[in-house]
Each structure stands twice: as C-alpha cells, then as structure tokens.
C-alpha cells in the first residue's frame, strides 16, 4: 500500500472512529437500564457527567433518573402493601384491605411515572447523540489539495 493510501486509510478510520465511540445506548433489562458508550458500560452518574456539556439532554436524563427512583420506590411499596393482605389471607389471618387499595394506588403512580422516566431519558440520550454527531461533523472539514513539485505529485490534507 502506497503512503497515499496508509494516510487516506487512518483518516477513514480515525473518522469513524470519533463519529460512532461517541454514540451512547440505552437497554432497558430486568434490573434496570444499561448505557453503553461503544464497548465501555456507564453508570447513571457516568451518563450524567457525559452528557454535562449538553445542558438540555442533561436535564431530561437527570429528570428521568429522579423519576426512575421515584418509581421504583413507589412500586417497591405499592407491591409490599398489595402482598400483606395476601400473605394474611394466605395464613388464615384477617385481611386488611385498605393496605391493598393503598398499595394499588401507589403501583397506579408508579406506571405512568416509570413511563416518563424511559420518554425522557431516550428523548435526553437521542438529542446528546444526534448534537455530538452534528458538532463533530460541523468542526470537521478538511482541505483536500493536489500538489506538485519538480521530484512528483503528492496529496495535502488540512484540518
């Protein structure tokens, strides 16, 4: 491979590189969600301090990791109240109802909150993703020249 093409190769890939490691997703699992920036797994705190130099997608993935706890604590209760009168009914024991409408309604809480919560936190991460592509793409234009001198021909790139 001539000199030429080594050059032209590391900028393809140095360009694809930068482009596509910057891309965060998101998967949502049985425990929670997972973020992955490349091959390296985030955090909530990770993700958080990634997307700080995007003031708008940071908000909406701050505002969906509170939702996300609130949540998860709603539902935590709402089904240990829920399965106390089962348990009593279970055991032969007098039932106490009003633990199960309270635990109800705080699953009632929990389902539309843990709804927003993965609204604004794929809204947050596809904005943070589609603004890191558009600036990368926008402070990356490179001058592409033919040269020649007496001894031959040559390729002059310029960032």
Same mark, same amino acid.
């Given at each position: 491979?001539?000199?030429? *093409?080594?050059?032209? @190769? @590391?900028?393809?890939?140095?360009?694809?590189?930068?482009?596509?490691?910057?891309?965060?997703? +998101?998967?949502?699992?049985? &425990? *929670?969600?997972?973020?992955?920036?490349?091959?390296?797994?985030?955090? &909530?705190? !990770?993700?958080?301090?990634?997307?700080?130099?995007?003031?708008?997608?940071?908000?909406?993935?701050? #505002?969906?990791?509170?939702?996300?706890?609130?949540?998860?604590?709603?539902? @935590?209760?709402?089904?240990?109240?829920?399965?106390?009168?089962?348990?009593?009914?279970?055991?032969? *024991?007098?039932?106490? &109802?009003?633990?199960?409408?309270?635990?109800?309604?705080?699953?009632? +809480?929990?389902?539309?909150?843990?709804?927003?919560?993965?609204?604004?936190? !794929? !809204?947050?991460?596809?904005?943070?993703?589609?603004?890191?592509?558009?600036?990368?793409? #926008?402070?990356?234009?490179? !001058? +592409?020249?033919?040269? *020649?001198?007496?001894?031959?021909?040559?390729?002059?790139? #310029? @960032?």
């Amino acid at each position: 491979m001539k000199p030429i *093409g080594h050059i032209f @190769f @590391f900028l393809l890939l140095l360009t694809s590189t930068l482009s596509l490691s910057q891309d965060i997703t +998101v998967n949502q699992n049985a &425990w *929670g969600y997972e973020f992955k920036q490349g091959d390296q797994e985030l955090t &909530w705190k !990770e993700l958080l301090k990634e997307t700080e130099s995007d003031l708008e997608s940071y908000d909406l993935i701050k #505002r969906a990791q509170s939702q996300n706890t609130l949540s998860t604590i709603f539902a @935590f209760a709402g089904g240990a109240f829920v399965g106390i009168p089962v348990g009593q009914t279970i055991g032969d *024991g007098e039932p106490s &109802w009003v633990l199960a409408i309270a635990g109800g309604a705080l699953i009632a +809480v929990a389902i539309p909150l843990s709804s927003r919560s993965k609204r604004n936190l !794929e !809204e947050g991460i596809s904005q943070y993703n589609a603004r890191t592509k558009s600036s990368f793409l #926008r402070g990356f234009q490179p !001058e +592409v020249s033919l040269v *020649g001198s007496a001894t031959g021909v040559g390729l002059r790139v #310029r @960032f």
